[in-house]
């Protein structure tokens, strides 16, 4: 499974510029996934190519950050350690053949509804006013989304992006008043149902301090296939 290809197609940056084997991604600094460089080749100029990235980013006004998986070139995590770079959000890659089962009280839809996007701002938002290009990104490939609610609110969202045989599962959120109902497991369940037969395997990624989830996706069948973290200056 190929991970940083998966994810990088599954959360599309809306502007991308490729450099020597890299790209270097950029959607107005909303998540690092889709504002980092994805490096997963040795270019012919290592200095040269940190360097180009460092200009990329410092012309939009944002920091450089190094999207970091297990492609990634060998010694540049230690090379962008020496220069200074911050080792941030140690992130865990869970896959597996988790079985969906049909939940009356999910909606699935195939685009986000204001309410769905509200409620995983609410929880994900960390990125100021950035619901908007967190939008354009979610909608930048099909997907599916789902929510759990009551009364008209999404109490629990999630979201399904269909990868060839694979599935990525991305944008698990639960309000904090709602937490500790299993929300989040129908939500999950919904998503795969949704999917059908048509899929081999599933994945997800999760914040390695974020045990609480790791339980609930091993308990689903999921379990670590891989790591990436991300190097910031």
């Given at each position: 499974?190929?991970?940083?290809?998966?994810?990088?197609?599954?959360?599309?940056?809306?502007?991308?510029?490729?450099?020597?084997?890299?790209?270097?991604?950029?959607?107005?600094?909303?998540?690092?996934?889709?504002?980092?460089?994805?490096?997963?080749?040795t270019?012919?100029?290592?200095?040269?190519?940190?360097?180009?990235?460092?200009?990329?980013?410092?012309?939009?006004?944002?920091?450089?950050?190094?999207?970091?998986?297990?492609?990634?070139?060998?010694?540049?995590d230690?090379?962008l350690?020496?220069?200074?770079?911050?080792?941030?959000d140690?992130?865990?890659?869970?896959?597996?053949?988790?079985?969906?089962?049909?939940?009356?009280?999910?909606?699935?839809?195939?685009?986000?509804?204001?309410?769905?996007?509200?409620?995983?701002?609410?929880?994900?938002?960390?990125?100021?006013?950035?619901?908007k290009?967190?939008?354009?990104?979610?909608?930048g490939?099909?997907?599916?989304?789902?929510?759990?609610?009551?009364?008209?609110?999404?109490?629990?969202?999630?979201?399904?992006?269909?990868?060839?045989?694979?599935?990525g599962?991305?944008?698990?959120?639960?309000?904090?008043?709602?937490?500790?109902?299993?929300?989040?497991?129908?939500?999950?369940?919904?998503?795969?149902?949704?999917?059908?037969?048509?899929?081999?395997?599933?994945?997800?990624v999760?914040?390695?301090?974020?045990?609480?989830?790791?339980?609930?996706?091993?308990?689903?069948?999921?379990?670590?296939?891989?790591?990436?973290h991300?190097?910031?200056?």
């Amino acid at each position: 499974m190929d991970i940083d290809r998966l994810v990088h197609e599954a959360w599309p940056a809306y502007e991308q510029r490729a450099h020597d084997g890299w790209v270097f991604r950029r959607a107005d600094g909303v998540t690092k996934r889709a504002n980092s460089v994805l490096a997963t080749s040795t270019p012919a100029d290592l200095d040269g190519a940190i360097r180009a990235a460092e200009a990329f980013y410092g012309e939009r006004g944002q920091r450089c950050v190094f999207s970091l998986g297990v492609a990634a070139p060998p010694g540049l995590d230690e090379e962008l350690e020496r220069r200074g770079y911050e080792l941030v959000d140690p992130t865990l890659v869970m896959a597996g053949t988790p079985k969906g089962e049909p939940v009356r009280e999910v909606r699935t839809e195939e685009r986000p509804w204001p309410q769905w996007l509200q409620t995983w701002w609410a929880v994900d938002g960390r990125y100021g006013s950035g619901q908007k290009e967190a939008e354009r990104i979610c909608t930048g490939v099909p997907a599916w989304y789902a929510a759990y609610e009551e009364d008209g609110v999404p109490l629990a969202v999630g979201r399904a992006v269909p990868q060839g045989d694979t599935l990525g599962i991305y944008c698990m959120a639960t309000l904090p008043g709602a937490r500790r109902r299993g929300l989040a497991r129908r939500v999950l369940r919904a998503l795969v149902a949704r999917a059908g037969d048509g899929f081999g395997s599933a994945y997800l990624v999760v914040t390695a301090a974020n045990t609480g989830a790791q339980a609930l996706y091993r308990s689903e069948g999921f379990e670590i296939a891989g790591r990436y973290h991300y190097r910031v200056r």
